[in-house]
């Protein structure tokens, strides 16, 4: 079945310590996108990839890090730097669009913690 | 003011109600609207794209006001399984991204 698988489901993180989440896809879509949901909030956008080897900035970058050496996948690292990392992390893809936004897909989420 | 803005109700209806939800947008050059479903603590799923011309799915209709600036959605015959937080998702083309409101939350009882 096509999808998007994210790993691990639950993560913990250790102060100081980087973590990278997985995100993979076999939709074959171009873009991909990381979000960050903290409790009671909307999805805020961290990065997100139109294509290989090139993705943005989204609204809250900061203390993360991304890669988009294949299509099929778009790892986040999020780093000692990102000072409250607790929250449900959310993978998306979406194929390209002629005219407007295609709607975006989503994995079933990373919920790390701080231990 | 919010991109995209929702009421976070929450909404409290019996089963077989009629409910609406309406979502304003700040961009007037918003191109693309989106209604998703998001239960608790599960990743949010697609419900409809919302057209111009508006357009139904079932029990499920979506309307676009662009005047107005704003999109509504309107569940008939609520079951309890409607119970989930809708979100109402702009874009603003090709190569911009999609900006998602915080929700609203529907509560069907008994």
């Known amino acids: 079945d096509g999808g998007i698988t994210q790993s691990p489901k639950y993560l913990f993180r250790k102060e100081g310590q980087n973590v990278t989440l997985s995100c993979e896809q076999n939709l074959n879509h171009d873009a991909m996108y990381w979000y960050r949901q903290d409790p009671g909030q909307g999805l805020r956008l961290i990065y997100y990839?139109?294509?290989?080897?090139?993705?943005q900035k989204g609204d809250i970058a900061e203390g993360y890090s991304v890669s988009r050496e294949k299509k099929e996948s778009f790892p986040l690292t999020v780093t000692s730097a990102q000072k409250n990392p607790t929250a449900f992390y959310l993978c998306a893809s979406s194929s390209r669009a002629l005219h407007g936004n295609q709607p975006q897909h989503f994995g079933d989420g990373t919920r790390l913690s701080i231990l | 003011r919010k991109e995209v803005e929702q009421d976070p109700g929450p909404f409290n209806v019996p089963e077989g109600a009629t409910v609406a939800f309406n979502c304003t947008y700040s961009n007037s050059a918003s191109q693309s609207f989106f209604w998703y479903r998001q239960d608790c603590r599960k990743e949010p799923k697609l419900l409809m794209s919302v057209y111009s011309s508006g357009n139904e799915d079932g029990r499920f209709t979506a309307q676009l006001n662009r005047a107005s600036q704003y999109i509504s959605l309107l569940i008939r015959d609520s079951k309890l399984s409607d119970s989930a937080t809708y979100l109402c998702?702009?874009?603003?083309?090709?190569?911009?991204?999609?900006?998602f409101g915080t929700g609203t939350r529907l509560q069907v009882t008994l």
């Open positions: 990839s139109q294509i290989v080897n090139d993705f």
């Open positions: 998702v702009v874009g603003a083309g090709t190569a911009s991204k999609l900006t």
